[in-house]
């Protein structure tokens, strides 16, 4: 897919604005939304074959249809984000509407042959970054593009800002859009903003160990930044035997954690043996936890907005790389279990105290779970998806964040997508630590894009 190559003809870009008028208001993001780190637009894609049943359907005129109508509900999508006293986000519901691409592309996805997963070599091709669109302030929230497949297939690719909401959220506004194209009227969980659940207490108070907000001292090795030269943008496979595989180094009281915890242990430990980072340096893995479930009582269902920790579990480098793999998913999982509602609390207050201070880089990777949203069956009408979710690794600037994204193979085995970048001789010893940890199996690595600094 890397060599592919074919033409997308676009239309102008157009506002797509709420299906009827809705509230003109202010809208407060909470302090969990309006984290430095969150200040991004992430990049997403969804893709699906012709259905014989859907053919006199065209996609794009269904796919902005029901946008318009879910704006009605999701109104603060179709206004602007503005900044007010010490950078405090807001949203203007103005109904100014989203930004929409129609597009046309002479291509097939049989053409894709099994690349269709993160990394796209020609993402840029199915989602247009409008000039402006990228900015965090006083442009729309949600950028859509929807190209038109020659075999009658079509791409539905869009960014939306970070601090509007989180994956889960993310996850019902996109079953709302889906239902509306199928027919719908409303949605079946109504949306809830309630953003003053998360804001800061007053007087605000720390009261938690926030290691994923700590101020570390940079070094030379171990920080993987868009600065560096020749980065390499992988994707790999985990599918029955690599999982098997893990879990078969762990020992026995850890039989029973989760695919997530395994895939992130491999992830944190071969990575820091792949940057060669010194033995008594601090590496941390910081693991995106839903908070909404913590709380008593739990948060809105219906509530779309960021409601999210991310806990540092911290070792030495020696220490995580020296121990089996056990060792680090103990580490996660005591990490994961710091989450409560006075963790989230103590964070939302930690962002005014610290004006809203970001986690640190320095030798650390982030990691988030998708594949509990399911987006690959998110269903517009033409039935489940080829693939659903991010269309690259990474999170705005920082490079070192991951996410783990459901994904069925060439040979029709479900499993997990880890799409990662590295600089490309440490690239080389991740996959060899990998090919090494699952046995020689050498069947994880399934794309690999080379990117020289002028493109990040």
């Not at 669109?133 to 729309?140: A, D, E, G, I, L």
């Not at 659903?388 to 193979?409: P, W």
Request: proline share 7%; net charge negative; hydrophobic share 40%.
């Amino acid at each position: 897919m890397a060599s592919l190559e074919f033409t997308v003809r676009r239309c102008q870009p157009q506002l797509v604005s709420p299906a009827i008028p809705t509230p003109h208001e202010v809208k407060l993001l909470s302090d969990i939304d309006d984290q430095e780190g969150l200040r991004f637009h992430v990049p997403w894609i969804q893709i699906y074959r012709m259905q014989a049943s859907m053919a006199e359907k065209d996609p794009v005129q269904v796919i902005r249809q029901a946008l318009s109508q879910t704006l009605v509900f999701y109104y603060p999508f179709a206004g602007r984000l503005r900044e007010g006293p010490h950078r405090k986000l807001m949203v203007d519901c103005t109904g100014e509407g989203v930004m929409f691409i129609e597009a046309h592309a002479d291509v097939t996805l049989d053409e894709f042959g099994d690349s269709l997963h993160p990394p796209f070599p020609c993402f840029h091709e199915l989602l247009y970054h409008v000039p402006g669109s990228q900015q965090v302030t006083n442009t729309p929230i949600l950028l859509v593009q929807v190209t038109r497949l020659r075999c009658g297939g079509f791409i539905l690719a869009f960014s939306f800002n970070h601090t509007i909401c989180d994956g889960a959220g993310l996850s019902q506004f996109m079953s709302t859009w889906a239902e509306m194209a199928r027919g719908a009227t409303k949605p079946s969980i109504p949306p809830v903003w309630r953003r003053e659940l998360l804001m800061a207490r007053d007087p605000p108070r720390i009261t938690c160990n926030h290691r994923e907000y700590e101020h570390v001292p940079d070094t030379v090795k171990g920080t993987v930044t868009s600065n560096e030269h020749d980065m390499v943008l992988r994707s790999f496979f985990f599918g029955p035997s690599q999982i098997a595989a893990i879990r078969g180094l762990v020992p026995p009281h850890l039989q029973h954690c989760s695919t997530f915890d395994l895939i992130t242990a491999c992830l944190w430990r071969c990575r820091t043996k792949a940057l060669e980072i010194e033995a008594e340096e601090e590496v941390r893995m910081m693991v995106i936890v839903n908070a909404r479930a913590k709380f008593n009582p739990p948060l809105p269902v219906g509530y779309y907005g960021n409601a999210f920790a991310y806990p540092a579990a911290v070792a030495t480098a020696g220490k995580l790389c020296e121990n089996p793999i056990g060792y680090a998913v103990e580490l996660i999982k005591k990490a994961k279990g710091e989450v409560t509602e006075e963790y989230v609390h103590s964070v939302a207050d930690l962002m005014v105290i610290k004006d809203g201070c970001t986690f640190t880089p320095i030798r650390s990777c982030l990691i988030s779970d998708l594949s509990r949203g399911r987006f690959r069956e998110v269903d517009f009408g033409w039935g489940e998806g080829v693939y659903g979710g991010v269309a690259e690794g990474g999170a705005g600037r920082f490079v070192g964040a991951t996410y783990q994204v459901l994904h069925k193979n060439g040979r029709g085995e479900e499993g997990i997508v880890l799409p990662i970048w590295l600089p490309a001789e440490a690239m080389d010893r991740f996959a060899d630590e990998l090919d090494h940890m699952f046995g020689n199996q050498n069947q994880t690595t399934i794309t690999t894009l080379y990117f020289p600094r002028s493109t990040l």
